[in-house]
Each structure stands twice: as structure tokens, then as C-alpha cells.
């Protein structure tokens, strides 16, 4: 009976393996919730800056989410800092089983398939370039590309958009189409002002430049204190000079309305072959090319700088075209160079830097041996 009940008691005794593992089973589970601890202030941390607004979760993330926090149990999520709150877990995860079973993910699409969104964007493109093609041709250019669909389809897209049959569509030229259709036969002048300090005091110079749009070479045509019809008109004898006039194999050139672009002007431009076309009033991005090659030689050189005289204005402005056109990248030109020389592009040789107008203008080069 003794040795009974002392065995009985012996058996409550834990022995030292029992102690170490109940030692280091306490520890696990401190280093645990110190784990816990930490990810669930980083959470906070987040949460706080996150505010009210709603964390864009997508399916599989909400379906992990959703799984995970079933397998917790309310109880443990209501006991955790969480991004969504435990009964939006408990609503994904009710929504995700309804979905299992209702077999919507094999259920296939009633009716006419949808057209695709690349086909008619490309139907639209074709129909707003080209106000001449009817659905037969839209639908010969889209097989062109790999989409074939019927000339019916081609009509319902254009309905669906508000865009009338050919017959009835305006067929009104845009001015893009316009410009690349005479590309190669256009360009543009107009004058800038520049402020000159001389004997007399402070004077206005006019600045005519010319521009070729196709290549965006630039001409300076006149500069000068004094204009008028006489003037004008040599001007315009000069730039349709049939030897080495500036605008000798032009058809179009495009000028605002600026009162100096008078009627003598215009009409000795004709006389030569030349067709003035006079922009609506207001309308700078008309003459886009010239409007930025102006905004560049005032930014870089004209605005820059302080002039004594007329000799010095001409020096910095011949100085400028010289950058613009050999050292100047342009970006209308794909980041080109108009008239780049041979060092252009070379992989051997010293980087050394050629100055314009004292620092202002800088072109980068290898000095070829």
C-alpha cells in the first residue's frame, strides 16, 4: 500500500528532459509572440497610413486571405490588427465557396461574341483618316492587318461611335493631312523682335526667318529697324530668287496675319510660284516648327545676352544657326542632328566641347585624328 502510493506520487514528478523541453517550449512561444508582436505594430503602421481608403486586393489575394482567416476562427482574428475586420474575411470566404458550387467559371457566354477592343479602335482610326472609304474598304484595310471580320460588323462599330456611312461623312482635309501631303514643297516664315542698345538709345530689331519644315533648316531673311512695302518686297524677290533664293523650290509657304506680310508681299511670293497661305488669326500651332524654333533662339541666345549695335545681334544670330544646324539635336527629327559633320556618332577618339557665344552653346564631340 506504502510503495502504491508512492509510485502514484512519483509519477506527477517531471523528469529533467520533461523540465528542459517545458523551458524551451515557454521560450518558443515568447520569441513567437515577439514575432507577432512586431508584425502586428509594422501592420498598425501601415494601416494608419493607409487611412480609410480601401487596400485594392485582387481575387487571389482576397481568396488567401479569406482561407487563412477561416482556418483562425473569429475568435483568434478579433484578437489580431488586421486589414480588413473579421467578418469581411468570413464574407469572402462564404462568397468563395457559394462560387465553387455554382459553376459560373464553366458557364459559357449566350450570344454574339464581343468584338475586340483592337479592332475597333482601328476601325474608327481608318474611318476618322480616311472620310472617303466606305465599310468595304475599312474592311479590306483591317484584313491588311490581320482582322477579318464582315463589312456589317465594319457598319455597327461606326454606328455604335456616331460616325455617318462615307457618302455622308465631312470630307473636310485636316491640317496634318495637309502639311505631310505637301511636305517635301512647304515653308514657313515670321518675325521675331529682339531689343538693341545703339548710339541712339535702345531699338527694336525685326527678325524675319524662314524655315523648311521637311528638314527645319532655319534662313535669317532680314534683319532690320525700318520696315515697309519697298522693304517687303526685296524681301520676298530675295527668298524666290530662282538661284539661291531660300524658298526657290517651295510651292506653299505658311505666314500669320501680321500686317507686314502685306499684299505686295504676297503678291510678288505668287509672282514667283510661291503660294502664300495666311493662318487664322490666334492660331500659333498652325505654324508650329517656326513658333518652336523661335521659343529656341530667344531661350538660348536672344534672351541671353545684351547687344551693342547691329553687328553684334547679326554675329550671335549666324552663331546660334551655325549650333542649330551642325550641333543641335532636334527632337522633331527623331533626336537628329540637321546637318551633322563626320565626328557624329564616333566610339573612338577625346571628348572635347565646342563653345558658341561664350559658354552659352555647348556641342560634345570625339576629336577624330
Known sequence: MFFSAFDSHMSFILQPWQFCLMIFASWVHGEQQKTIDFYQTQLKA???????????LTDDQRRLLAVKGKSL????????????????LLRWHRQ????????????????????RQVIVDLTLRFAK???????????????????RISDTTVGNVLKQHGIEPAPDRKRQTRWATFLKAHWDVLAAIDFTTVEVWTKGGLVTF???????????RVHLAACTT????????QMAKNLTDPFDGFLKD???????????????????????GVRPLRLPPKTPNLNAQLERFHRSVKSECLG???FFGENSLRRAVFSFLSHYHGERNHQGLGNEIIAPSDEVGAIAGKIECRERLGGILKYYYRKVA
Do not use: C, H
Not at 129 to 147: C, K, S
Not at 207 to 216: D, N, P, V
Open 46 to 56: 501601415v494601416m494608419d497610413i493607409q487611412g480609410k481608403k480601401r487596400l485594392p
Open 73 to 88: 476562427g473569429r475568435k483568434a482574428l478579433m484578437e489580431l490588427t488586421t486589414i480588413v475586420t473579421p467578418d469581411t
Open 96 to 115: 468563395l465557396v457559394a462560387k465553387k458550387w455554382d459553376y459560373s467559371e464553366r458557364r459559357k457566354a449566350v450570344g454574339r461574341p464581343r468584338i
Open 129 to 147: 483618316e480616311n472620310p472617303t472609304w466606305g465599310y468595304d474598304r475599312i474592311q479590306g484595310a483591317l484584313a491588311n492587318v490581320g482582322y
Open 206 to 216: 525685326y527678325l524675319l526667318f524662314a524655315m523648311e519644315l521637311k528638314t527645319r
Open 226 to 233: 525700318t520696315l515697309g512695302d519697298a522693304f517687303m518686297k
Open 250 to 272: 517651295k510651292r506653299f509657304v505658311l505666314m500669320d496675319r501680321d500686317s507686314n506680310f502685306s499684299a505686295a508681299f504676297r503678291g510678288v511670293l505668287k509672282d514667283s
Open 304 to 306: 541671353r545676352m545684351i
